[in-house]
Structure formats: structure tokens, C-alpha cells
């Protein structure tokens, strides 16, 4: 069994462009006692279904734009940010409750998709819905406008869909709640 060291390995990460979004205030804020969600309950809904309306733009930085020669042949991709406005002090969450909900229990911060977290990189699989030069427009992308964008990969469903998914309660309840219209 390895044993954790003193020795931080630093990583340097560099931007490939920005998202641009209609979103302009995260749906969830990290605080001291954890996460509170910025959208009322009886409303998350119809912010949920506003996001899968919602066409984003990626600015590609134009030095990376060799790196999208035959993107235009996937019909999604996965957008790898960085949701910037999350204040670092905020990282050292070790629990929360799912989506600020104190009706869920707390749980670890790897076992959410929480975007306070060690380092908080955040990926969504988005339908690309089309590419000027630098430009990819793709929908349902739930980045706050300016966030840094890390990678983009193709989806691809030999790759990752996964046989026998299982998620908890909580996260099926979550689903549940969210799918009903």
C-alpha cells in the first residue's frame, strides 16, 4: 500500500479557449457549511430544462485550432472546464449534501458531482451542434459564461458507456425528480 507523501506534484494546466454562455451565475455555491443552491426547489426544473435548451459557444484559442481538424464528424463531444468562479478557500470541502439538499445525506465530495472540490475539473457530454473556424456551438452545456475551457474529446459509446450502472438512491432520486415534467 503506497503512503502519501509531503511532495505536492504541481500540474500546469493551459486554457484551449472559453466557453460563452447565457449563464452568467452558478446553479450551486460553496460555502463554509458546504453547498447552497441558488435556484429554488420548485424551480430547478425548468432550470434544468433551460440549460438543455441552452446553445453555448467554446472560443477556441486560435493556436489550438489545428486540434479540431474532424471534430465536425462526432455528433458530441466531452467539454473538460474549469468553473472559475468557485473561490479556492472553498476546495478544502470534504462532504456535502448533494446539490445543497439537507434532505440527502452528506456525502463525500468524490462521490458527487460537486464543482467544490480538490481541483475542480468539471466535464460535460454536450451534441455539437456545429463548428465556424475557432468556434464550437454545442447544446445542454451548464458552464458558467467565461469559464476556461481544459480539453474537448469525442464521445464516443464503445469508449464510455459502461454495462450494469449503478448509482445510489439519492442519485436515482435526484434523476427522478429532474426527468419529471
Known amino acids: 500500500m503506497e503512503t502519501e507523501t509531503t511532495n505536492e506534484l504541481i500540474l500546469q494546466l493551459t486554457p484551449v479557449g472559453v466557453v460563452r454562455s ?3 451565475t452558478p446553479m450551486l455555491t460553496a460555502g463554509e457549511s458546504g453547498l447552497t443552491l441558488n435556484e429554488r426547489m420548485d424551480r430547478i426544473k425548468e432550470y434544468h430544462r433551460r440549460v ?27 467539454v473538460l472546464y474549469w468553473p472559475h468562479l468557485i473561490d479556492p478557500a472553498r476546495r478544502s470541502l470534504k462532504k456535502v449534501h448533494p446539490m445543497g439538499r439537507s434532505d440527502l445525506p452528506l ?11 480538490p481541483n475542480p475539473v468539471l466535464v ?48 436515482a432520486q435526484l434523476h427522478r425528480e429532474l426527468e419529471d415534467e
Not at 465530495?109 to 460537486?114: D, G
Open 22 to 24: 447565457p449563464i452568467t
Open 52 to 78: 438543455k435548451e441552452t446553445v453555448c459557444r467554446l472560443e477556441i484559442f486560435p493556436r489550438w485550432v489545428e486540434l479540431l481538424d474532424g471534430i465536425e464528424g462526432f455528433s458530441h463531444i466531452l
Open 107 to 117: 456525502q463525500g465530495i468524490f462521490a458527487t458531482c460537486s464543482p467544490a472540490r
Open 124 to 171: 460535460s457530454a454536450v451534441p455539437l451542434v456545429g463548428r465556424k473556424g475557432t468556434l464550437l456551438e454545442v447544446g445542454g452545456l451548464e458552464a458558467v459564461d467565461g469559464s476556461p475551457i481544459i480539453d474537448i474529446k469525442p464521445y464516443s459509446k464503445a469508449y464510455l458507456q459502461v454495462e450494469n450502472l449503478r448509482v445510489p438512491a439519492w442519485m
